[in-house]
């Protein structure tokens, strides 16, 4: 293929995006004269080049199309939406051509449809009263074939958006379709450059690019060109490895400045070396970076598309456009997005009848947004549709065995929403077109996991589903904290680290508990799990009393402390993926160059804590009990007065050591202000019949079903695993004891604490203090 | 030798592990790496000597000694770099020496006497004029290969 013949396909391509994202546009606002002057003119051009290039299938049909768009843009004809789909199939059968010329050199052979596909054309162009007399939005395929019947039977291709199957060359609405030319995706704006973008969907121009203005319908496409002349095209392998040699260069500057801080002069240079490569390392990655309006473009066809065949109306807002994103990372999630607007209109937007009933506006809304987050990139997709049924999920789940009826009684709404991402799940009804084959949101979740990214879900029962897509900015760099652990380097991934705790040598910390095997760190009266990362990674053993650092780290909602033996400077590093045989392992991300050329495993904190057993914290804790289903619980082992106890360490809140003043009375009951609320105490440890008011006494702060009760300690033993107990002979668990440490050891029973009955807690509840 | 001009040869690069020569064949080898510093990684495969950095990337490489069951090496190890199908690789091994030309007609298979796993690794030898120079096929050296055929 020559030159000419590759810079006409970059050129038509892009064309044809700006007018599919025209042409939607261009239903809502079917009078303006700018879209309609710039479709016009991406026809034309294509038109244009055609003919010199001796592609006569295009120069027909886009002649055709030229016709058609030069009656509507001088006002004789308006854009109805049989004309738009009309134009949208001609886009089509355009970009099919197009490809064939790619792959194959040549138009391919297939006349009687484009004669189709024009006398539609024409059709269209002669029949105004007829679309204008009946502008009913679904009836586009019916009304064409009727034009021109004799046609159809060749003509299948240009088939309305109710018939998805179309065959091949230009798949309908084929958003994830065969792999575009690499080079067309290549950070250019000229796309961007399209006069008069409209509001809402304006691909603002990214800085240092050169906005066209808005020109008049009848200004030639000049402004494009001025956008196009200061870019320029480069192929993504050649980014790729730029910046490969731009990470190389980091090195060997990071090598330079270690040894040359001797010599003055030399000093200086290599400062000036570093700050350029700084620099560099900038601009090649700002090189990689595109607007997500790349991957959003598509969408709006998409939509209407969609919505046509499923008999919904819906409309499409889309914010954020200019946020830019790594050129691999915008790929990646092109299939995730596409997959979960789809599923946003086929199962969230209801028919307009249904909305209706609702007390909804009968057209549904689908709001794409992309937002920076620190560093991560947010797209949302939000519907405002009926929202997912938690029963309907949970029932689902069970009958398509994903979970048992037993565990789906126990989850809370979280938990049950998570399982739409499990292989296998689908809630449709029936299986259309669109979805409800059941695969879809575990795809999501995998392709986005994959790339480092994480998805999460809300969804509110008849107001809608949100469904966000959390993306690392960049794959390739991301800032870590390097740690040792016996003599080697890993690397912690900022974005899961929580906070540091530093252990000195010559004692061992008393934060530190142990329980058998287990370590654990009490912060801030949180039990924390330990995990040693030596051990874990079965390294030589260390002394219990040197010195050791805690990083506290978070991994999907898992936290848990990992005991390094020290702790390096934090540093951006250069991920390099690993060879097959180590990713096995599971608990590396990656590997990575230190700028002292050392090397550093990147360790995976999500593996770590799943492997460690780590079970989900904080917003989830009332769960942990289930977490223990196999007559396995862990307790909190406390003494009372002389005897030990033991507390279901899931419902324990917070151990709190106060002096006994702040422990008052309410009646003849002692209550505790803890966190703006009074709790109902059970002085176990007979602790407040002492004098002293400032003798400090330990409040255990526990949760019993939706209240919280305090209950005072006289010292905390342990934390540690127990089993229920089977009565001997009728093996029915024995409810109040446990076996812990091999003794039988009293269960507290919360519920036994009295309430506060006259004064519920709530209403003692401090304005703005909420419980924790 | 009995090499002729009608046996054709090919150039090997010879490499010492403990008191062998192996032999490699020369198109197979990207690069030497000379004594690199190397990163030992927990949990893998025993037969993997650790990571080693080139050019901007960081590769696998398969300990010889370790998966042939043999004391670690005394001194720092030399590491040949391979390509494979699952990207590149590099092998430890004792020292590199010289690149050899080898004649066809020299080259024996393996002996049926040899053990197992060495059967399945060597890929047979050449006779030099002094010594057996063992071949080695770095196809049969490639990580997922030998995670497959000989898993620990």
């Known amino acids: 293929m020559d030159d000419l013949t590759r810079e006409f396909l970059l050129e038509s391509q892009e064309g044809l995006d700006r007018m599919e994202r025209c042409l939607t546009d261009l239903e809502t606002r079917p009078g303006d004269a700018e879209l309609l002057a710039d479709i016009f003119r991406s026809v034309h051009t294509i038109k244009g080049t055609t003919g010199f290039l001796g592609f006569s299938r295009l120069e027909a049909l886009s002649h055709a199309g030229e016709n058609l768009l030069g009656l509507l843009r001088e006002g004789e004809l308006a854009a109805t939406p049989e004309i738009v789909s009309g134009l949208l199939s001609l886009m089509d059968r355009l970009r099919g051509i197009l490809r064939s010329i790619e792959s194959t050199g040549a138009e391919g052979e297939s006349q009687q449809q484009d004669g189709a596909m024009i006398a539609r054309l024409d059709a269209l162009q002669h029949g105004e009263a007829v679309a204008l007399a009946e502008p009913v939005l679904t009836a586009v395929a019916e009304e064409v074939v009727h034009a021109i019947p004799q046609k159809r039977r060749s003509g299948r291709k240009r088939a309305g958006p109710r018939n998805p199957q179309g065959a091949p060359p230009p798949p309908r609405g084929e958003e994830a379709g065969p792999p575009r030319i690499p080079e067309e995706a290549a950070p250019n704006p000229a796309p961007e450059a399209e006069p008069g973008p409209a509001p809402g969907f304006s691909n603002a121009a990214r800085p240092g690019s050169v906005p066209a203005p808005p020109s008049s319908p009848e200004a030639p496409p000049a402004s494009g060109n001025s956008a196009a002349d200061s870019t320029l095209r480069v192929d993504a392998e050649l980014l790729n490895r730029m910046m490969n040699l731009v990470g190389e260069l980091v090195l060997t500057r990071n090598q330079i400045l270690q040894a040359t801080s001797s010599d003055a002069g030399f000093a200086l240079l290599s400062r000036r070396l570093d700050m350029v490569t700084a620099d560099l390392r900038e601009s090649v990655m700002k090189a990689r970076m595109q607007p997500v309006s790349h991957v959003f473009s598509r969408f709006p066809r998409l939509v209407r598309d969609l919505a046509l065949g499923l008999d919904k109306r819906v409309r499409l807002e889309m914010e954020g456009q200019e946020t830019e994103l790594d050129k691999s990372l915008l790929e990646a999630i092109r299939d995730p997005l596409t997959h979960s607007i789809r599923n946003a209109i086929d199962h969230g937007i209801e028919r307009p009848e249904a909305r209706v009933a609702a007390g909804k506006p009968a057209e549904g809304l689908v709001r794409l947004r992309a937002c920076h987050e620190g560093s991560h990139v947010i797209v949302e997709v939000h519907d405002d549709g009926a929202g997912i049924s938690i029963d309907r999920v949970r029932e689902k789940a069970v009958e398509r065995q994903l979970v048992t009826a037993q565990r789906a009684e126990q989850m809370n709404e979280r938990e049950i929403l998570q399982l739409i991402f499990l292989p296998g799940f689908s809630t449709a009804a029936a299986v259309t077109s669109v979805s409800g084959r059941g695969v879809g949101m575990d795809v999501v979740r995998t392709n986005v996991e994959k790339i480092g990214g994480k998805v999460e879900v809300e969804s509110r029962a008849g107001e809608g589903t949100i469904l966000r897509l959390r993306i690392p900015l960049t794959l390739a760099i991301i800032p870590a904290l390097i740690v040792h652990s016996r003599g080697q380097n890993f690397a912690v991934p900022q974005a899961s680290l929580m906070e540091l705790v530093h252990m000195s040598a010559g004692e061992e910390d008393p934060r530190i508990e142990w329980l058998e095997n287990a370590a654990l760190y009490r912060l801030r009266g949180h039990l924390l799990p330990l995990v040693f990362l030596n051990r874990l990674l079965q390294q030589p053993a260390r002394e219990r009393t040197d010195a050791c650092d805690i990083a506290i780290l978070n991994a999907d909602g898992r936290r848990f402390g990992l005991i390094v033996d020290g702790l390096a400077d934090p540093e951006e590093i250069v991920v390099k993926p690993l060879a097959a045989v180590l990713r096995e392992i599971g608990y590396y991300a990656g590997a990575t160059i230190l700028g002292n050329g050392e090397m550093a495993l990147i360790l995976n904190p999500g593996a770590i804590a799943q492997n460690a057993g780590v079970s989900l914290t904080t917003e989830t804790e009332e769960s942990l009990g289930q977490e223990n289903r196999a007559g396995h619980e862990d307790f909190l082992l406390v003494e009372t007065d002389g005897r030990p106890a033991a507390l279901p360490l899931e419902t324990v809140v917070r151990i709190e050591r106060i002096p006994r003043s702040r422990i008052e009375q309410a009646g003849s009951r002692p209550v505790l202000r803890f966190d703006g609320m009074l709790l109902p105490l059970d002085d176990a440890a007979a602790s407040l019949a002492g004098a002293d008011p400032e003798a400090q006494t330990t409040v255990v702060v526990c949760r019993d079903g939706q209240r919280h009760v305090g209950m005072t300690v006289s010292q905390v033993l342990d934390v540690t695993g127990g089993r229920q107990l089977e009565e001997a002979g009728t093996g029915a668990l024995a409810n109040g004891i446990t076996l812990l440490h091999d003794r039988v050891t009293g269960v507290v029973s919360l519920s036994a604490i009295p309430s506060l009955d006259s004064v519920s807690e709530r209403e003692y509840s401090l304005p703005g203090e909420e419980t924790r | ?152």
């Open chain 2, 1 to 152: 030798m009995k090499e002729t001009a009608a046996s054709p040869t090919q150039e090997v690069c010879s490499v010492r592990v403990g008191d062998t020569l192996y032999g490699v064949p020369i198109v197979h080898v990207l690069e030497i790496l000379g004594k690199p510093a190397t990163q030992p990684v927990p949990l893998a495969p025993y037969f993997v000597g650790g990571l080693v950095h080139y050019r901007g990337e960081v590769l696998t490489a398969v300990s010889l000694r370790r998966l042939l069951g043999m004391d670690p090496a005394p001194a720092p190890e030399d590491v040949l770099v391979f390509e494979s199908s699952d990207g590149l690789f590099g092998l430890f091994v004792d020292s590199v020496g010289e690149v050899l030309h080898v004649a066809a007609a020299d080259h024996e298979p393996n002996p049926a006497t040899l053990e197992n796993r060495r059967q399945a690794l060597f890929d047979g030898a050449w006779k030099l004029r002094d010594r057996l120079l063992v071949s080695l096929e770095p196809e049969r050296l490639e990580p997922m290969h030998l995670a497959g055929a000989f898993p620990a």
